[in-house]
């Protein structure tokens, strides 16, 4: 017989597994010997008092045998003849479309500006320590998009748009440990990610389907508002390539600012956004950790032997306006996340362990479109000039220059008590964004609608967490990519833009989706999209 038993335990009995049996016996009135399996389904933290509780689900089997390991793996078909549909971009929109293209019978042809997930590294080492940013190889280009070497956080609030538990199973089945079907905030680690993308790469190439990179989009065939295919440039060979298909989901993520501009440029319709902007803060993991579970910071070692690094969502309203923290990444790094040299964009990431001395995370901004009157001229692409505008200016506020060898990735940065009190930090404390941080008045050179926010909100996350307002603390600037400034439309019912039939408007870079979980489930639904027209 099989029961599912909720459990609140403390840390130390929920690692002990012969404890957890034991409170599974008093709570099903039966004896230890009866129970002869049980696994955990699901496991979250209760941190809300001193007194932490784990929250458990756990799957118990009563006088019947262990059930067989799962095997997560998919039968994909043989698709190398079958109709081809076009996936402009490999990161998890593009993949997750590819994988659900083949399960509906479709080849996917994949095409990725940015490089293979292994050659990607050497870019991003160039940019951390050269400072010469590869506009088409870099934190956001390439396989596996942003959140291969972003951190990897696969936590969602997209249950109402799919079936979560298949995207993270797919994972699994590319190597991913089975915990993330069963942590509340499922975590892979920018360590471990490069290795499951290129699983998933392997699937797609076994199964027919194609998979190209440096191959750039730079126009889109279009005959009598249907598509027909797209036009690439080879950037290895410096040639330009035709890919013929009547369908093509585009899933380009939320910087590549070229697509919108070629978009606006044909006249196909896209639209300006809410977005969010801001800076990373940056705490010692160590503070974080006696905050969130309440202990001094000679106790913080003992806890992390039973709790991970700990973590915060903080949200307030400023001035009508959301301020909120975005992506943080517990034992983290900041990362140079530009796509062009002049600008200075920030983002974090995490290793699997989390066991880096630092924590960071976004803290940002909602921006509308009184913010960016200013560029009103450029119609629906107003927000991305406002966006290229802040980022050249941190560029600026790091002192960096450009040369022929080096593009500058220096960051203007503040002690975080300072910025809320408006005072100039006549030093910075150690930080973990490797391209090196200068000391800067950011509360100046933010916008005030941006700046003036900040200050109040950090003050009121002050409030909440005593000891987070601190000058141990350091913000970096500037966080600037949260989500795309543009949308391309598309029809609720067949995902295609409105205009041009057999165009998939997808995931992050459409404006509709943030984060790896939730961009995979809208390249699933894309490509079903397509099954269900092509299947009638």
């Known amino acids: 017989m099989k029961h599912e038993i909720n459990l609140v335990l403390s840390p130390e009995d929920a690692a002990n597994d012969a404890v957890i049996k034991r409170t599974l016996s008093r709570q099903l009135n039966t004896t230890l010997e009866s129970i002869t399996h049980f696994r955990i389904l699901k496991r979250s ?16 089997f009563l006088n019947e045998p262990a059930p067989a390991p799962v095997n997560y793996k998919i ?10 549909v076009i996936v402009v971009g490999a990161g998890p929109a593009g993949l997750y479309a590819a994988l659900e293209l083949i399960e509906c019978g479709f080849k996917p042809i994949v095409l990725e500006r940015g490089k293979d997930v292994k050659s990607r590294r050497r870019d991003l080492a160039a940019i951390n320590k050269e400072h010469i940013v590869n506009a088409n190889s870099n934190y956001c280009f390439g396989e596996g998009g942003a959140g291969t070497y972003s951190d990897g956080k696969l936590y969602t609030r997209s249950t109402k748009r799919g079936d979560v538990n298949k995207v993270l199973e797919i994972f699994v089945a590319h190597g991913a440990d089975e915990n993330i079907l069963v ?22 190439i076994d199964a027919g389907g194609e998979v190209h990179f440096n191959t750039q989009v730079i126009d ?20 330009t390539l035709e890919f013929i298909a009547d369908q093509v989901i585009l899933a380009t993520g939320h910087s590549a600012r070229d697509i919108f501009e070629l978009l606006h440029k044909k006249n196909i319709l896209i639209e300006g956004k809410t977005f969010a902007m801001g800076v990373r803060v940056e705490h010692p993991q160590a503070l974080i950790d006696s905050l969130q579970y309440h202990c001094a910071m000679d106790e913080v070692e003992h806890k992390r032997d039973l709790l991970p690094a700990a973590s915060y969502s903080l949200v307030h309203q400023a001035m009508g306006r959301g301020v909120y923290s975005f992506c943080m990444c517990p034992g983290g790094i900041i990362a140079p996340c530009a796509t062009a040299p002049g600008e200075v964009v920030t983002n974090g990431w995490s290793p699997s362990k989390r066991n880096n001395p630092f924590a960071n995370s976004g803290i940002v901004v909602t921006i509308e479109p009184e913010d960016y009157n200013k560029y009103a001229s450029d119609g629906p692409l107003a927000g991305l000039r406002y966006q290229q505008a802040l980022e050249k200016m941190a560029w600026n506020a790091g002192g960096n220059v ?10 203007p940065a503040q002690r975080l008590a300072d910025f809320v009190n408006g005072k100039y930090s006549q030093s910075l404390p150690d930080v973990s964004y490797q391209p090196g941080v200068k000391s800067a008045e950011l509360h100046h050179l933010l916008p005030a609608e941006i700046g003036k926010r900040l200050q109040l909100g950090f003050a009121e996350f002050g409030k909440k967490m005593r000891g987070y307002l601190s000058n141990d603390a350091v913000i970096v600037g500037v966080e600037s990519r949260t989500s795309s400034p543009v949308r391309i439309p598309r029809d609720p019912e067949t995902l295609q833009h409105p205009q041009i039939q057999g165009l998939y408007p997808c995931a992050e870079g459409a404006g509709y989706a943030g984060g790896i979980v939730s961009a995979a489930i809208d390249g699933q639904k894309c490509a079903r999209a397509i099954a269900q027209l092509l299947h009638k």
Do not use: F, W
């Open 75 to 84: 039968n994909y078909p043989d698709v190398h003849s079958k109709p081809p």
């Open 220 to 239: 889109l065939i279009i005959k009598d508002n249907c598509m027909k295919g797209v036009v690439c440039n080879d950037l290895e060979k410096d040639t």
């Open 45 to 60: 933290i209760d941190a809300r008092s001193r007194n932490i509780k784990v929250n458990l689900k756990v799957e118990v």
């Open 183 to 204: 942590e509340a905030h499922p975590h892979i680690g920018t360590n471990k990610l490069p290795k499951i993308i290129q699983a998933i790469r392997q699937t797609i």
């Open 402 to 411: 450009m040369s022929a060898t080096a593009h500058g990735q220096t960051a």
